[in-house]
């Protein structure tokens, strides 16, 4: 059973940067590709970013590319979220998710939530003005 852990949000002020870390556990980690997404109060789920099981392939949304740097260590069973020069608007609750491995669709249908199948608590992301 896929287990997934995210964790290191917390208050940063606008322009700054913050990594948050999802360790996957229960599962072999280099058989699932690992998304971010997050949920704004009264707003949709959306997309981040994508790594596929290899971690050769990366995808980022348009809100975040050029600022989040979506990047995975096999040695550690963990994803990471680089996100620098944030700003108010990605203040959120950020998850992470996991395909389903290697029957699994990888990041083929992201920035859209299908075909990940699990997901683990979010993390907060508060970021000032």
């Known amino acids: 059973e896929v287990q997934l852990q995210a964790s290191g949000g917390g208050l940063v002020h606008a322009g700054g940067s913050l990594t948050l870390s999802c360790t996957v556990s229960?599962?072999?980690?280099?058989?699932?590709?690992i998304a971010w997404f997050r949920q704004a109060p009264g707003k949709e789920r959306e997309g981040v970013s994508c790594?596929?099981?290899?971690?050769?392939?990366?995808y980022y949304a348009r809100s975040a590319k050029g600022r989040f740097t979506i990047s995975r260590d096999s040695a550690k069973n963990t994803v990471y979220l680089e996100m620098s020069s944030v700003e108010p608007e990605d203040t959120a609750i950020y998850y992470c998710?996991?395909?389903?491995?290697?029957?699994?669709?990888?990041?083929?249908?992201?920035?859209?939530?299908?075909?990940?199948?699990?997901w683990g608590k979010g993390t907060q992301v508060t970021v000032s003005s």
């Open positions: 790594v596929s099981h290899s971690g050769v392939s990366t």
């Open positions: 229960g599962v072999t980690f280099d058989e699932y590709a």
């Open positions: 998710a996991s395909d389903a491995g290697v029957l699994g669709r990888g990041c083929s249908k992201f920035p859209e939530h299908v075909g990940m199948n699990n």
